[in-house]
């Protein structure tokens, strides 16, 4: 029967609500960023177009500001539980900010996000802040209810800006098939949280974890629990087996809002995973308990891992439009990040965290690029790219070297990020060296499929007589692509100030969890 709570217990939590709100800054203001934008749109009569993409860039540099200042605060739980102040979170909150407002700047370029027939296009802008505040949720979630209401929020912000082009049947197509894969996995992950809260009577990660240490449970329950969780998280990662809807709703939605999920998505879902794992049910055997030491974590994700980085590498060969391409190779970074995932040390999280950081540049240099060629060729398929070298020579460039560091050559912030990755795995020991391996050979593999692409832009001849002139892009669109590009160079030859960020984050992180 309910029990009406007493006037001393609702005056604690009102307490404690108060004294949590200066840690709850940034996602006040991302909240409020939301709301402005909205009205903002009201009064834009003249639809002016730089409008909102100005007003929604100058508060995510406020929130940028904010999450700066809770470096300063103390690393604990608030909200009865339920949030997480930490630099784990802060490290999202800046990979998330920044993947935001390159979103709304490479959005400010794209031919398929306008205004037709006086429609205003506000509420797009406004999804991406909801969005950014979603992802925040998930970083700083320590509470099944919190979590499984942060997914839910970048997903149904993500299915709305997928199929945001309503006129573009593939555009439709990829936000119906988002939406019932997504569906899908959000009952896999509920049905796992459920029965976890079934064992242990607790929805908090450290509570969880607590009980499970002192307590015997029944071990094939918490597996499948363990499990459908897994695979609620692996549908936003994108990873073997849950990335079937990836190469669709790549090539169908609007590519900037492809850009976005294939960065802000993924690094939320990594966030999320990594600290459900590392606290609720630890991946390593250290923190494990007998009882659940009969499922082998090491060896399912490196399945996973494996498989992702397989497939994701050898599908993308037989791929010609550039989308569907990236949209394969985003499943083999996924594969790669799954590596420092599953080293489960400190180490390992902070090759994690750095690979993110890295990945959110180039791959979004990479989207950006083929944004401004499309606006130029009204074409994605990668045949069409001929001769772009000498029509596009700054965009060709870039892309050339966002294409190297995905491949995780020298000296870009991809080698460096799959170099961390690597010493991750052999510095575990000799078990981790047959991945590390699969891991190189398959980035072997994958130099054939992204080298296509300079292949066509600088050794193929354009066809036809008027394919002979230059294309403009405007002096904005080359230096944001410029800035990528040196940006990619520059942590590849001096990625120190990255890496302590991140082992920062998984230093508190880990001391945070004792």
């Known amino acids: 029967m309910f029990q009406q709570p007493s006037e001393s217990e609702i005056q604690e939590i009102i307490t404690a609500l108060t004294q949590a709100v ?8 991302i909240s ?11 009064f834009n009569l003249k639809n002016n177009k730089l409008l909102l993409p100005v007003v929604s860039i100058i508060g995510f ?9 809770q470096h300063s605060l103390p690393h604990e739980e608030i909200f009865l539980g339920m949030y997480a102040v930490d630099p784990f979170a802060i490290f999202f909150k800046y990979l998330f900010l920044a993947s935001g407002i390159l979103a709304v700047l490479i959005s400010m370029d794209s031919n398929e996000i306008t205004y037709p027939e006086g429609r205003s296009i506000g509420e797009y802008y406004a999804l991406i802040v909801a969005m950014v505040l979603g992802m ?26 997928a199929g945001y082009n309503k006129t573009s049947v593939q555009s439709s197509e990829a936000a119906l098939k988002y939406v019932i894969y997504g569906s899908v996995s959000t009952g896999f992950m509920i049905y796992g949280f459920s029965i976890l809260y079934g064992l242990t009577g607790q929805t908090n990660i ?21 499990l459908l969780i897994l695979g609620g998280f692996g549908y936003k990662v994108g990873f073997v087996p849950f990335h079937f809807w990836s190469p669709d709703v790549y090539e169908g939605a609007p590519t900037p809002i492809t850009a976005y999920l294939s960065v802000g998505s993924k690094a939320a879902g990594f966030a999320i995973l990594m600290r459900f794992f590392r606290v609720a049910i630890p991946l390593d055997e250290s923190a494990s308990y007998e009882s ?10 490196a399945a996973v ?12 060969i037989w791929q010609s439009n550039v989308k569907r391409l990236l949209a394969y190779s985003s499943i083999a970074h996924a594969g790669y990040i799954l590596l420092g995932v599953l080293v489960a040390d400190d180490l390992g999280t902070q090759a994690t965290l750095f690979y993110l950081a890295a990945y959110t540049i180039m791959n979004v240099g990479v989207f950006y690029v083929v944004i401004l060629i499309s606006n130029q060729i009204g074409s994605e398929n990668v045949e069409d790219y001929r001769g772009l070298g000498k029509r596009m020579p700054l965009a060709a460039a870039s892309l050339t070297i966002f294409l190297v560091s995905l491949v995780g050559l020298p000296p870009t912030v991809g080698f460096i990020g799959k170099l961390m990755i690597f010493s991750a795995l052999l510095n575990k020991g000799v078990v981790f060296i047959w991945l590390a391996v699969i891991g190189v050979l398959t980035s072997v593999v994958s130099l054939y499929y992204y080298f296509k692409i300079p292949l066509y832009m600088y050794l193929k001849e354009p066809d036809g007589v008027e394919e002979d002139r230059d294309f403009e892009v405007g002096v904005l669109a080359n230096s944001l692509v410029a800035f990528l590009m040196i940006v990619t160079v520059v942590f590849g030859l001096y990625f120190t100030p990255l890496s302590a960020l991140a082992k920062e984050s998984v230093y508190i992180l880990g001391s945070f969890l004792q």
């Open 22 to 29: 200066p840690a709850f800054l940034p996602e006040i203001a």
């Open 32 to 42: 409020v960023l939301f709301l402005v934008v909205l009205m903002v749109d009201v």
């Open 61 to 69: 540099v406020i929130t940028l500001f904010l999450v700066v200042g």
């Open 136 to 161: 925040f949720l998930m970083a700083s979630s320590t509470d099944l209810v919190m979590m499984l209401v942060a997914v839910e929020m970048v997903s149904i912000t993500s299915y709305i800006l």
């Open 206 to 226: 450290f509570e969880i974890q607590a009980f499970l240490q002192q307590n015997d449970v029944d071990s094939l329950t918490l597996m499948l629990s363990a």
């Open 292 to 301: 659940f030491l009969t499922l082998d974590w090491v060896t399912i994700l």
């Open 305 to 316: 891992s494996v498989a992702s980085m397989v497939l994701g590498n050898v599908v993308a």
